[in-house]
């Protein structure tokens, strides 16, 4: 996430912070197989 953000042209620290909101998620969920309806946007 945050190199998909970096290279949209996010600043640095809102790229951080969009992989901080993923891994936050992935964490959660058994073998980080996250269903696409719980991903963030």
């Known amino acids: 996430a945050y190199v ?3 290279l949209m042209g996010e ?3 809102q790229a ?3 992989g901080h909101r993923l891994a936050s998620v992935v964490i959660q969920h058994p ?5 696409k309806s719980l ?3």
């Open 4 to 6: 998909a953000a970096r």
């Open 11 to 13: 600043h640095p620290r």
């Open 16 to 18: 951080a912070e969009a």
């Open 31 to 35: 073998g980080a197989l996250v269903p």
């Open 39 to 41: 991903m963030p946007v």
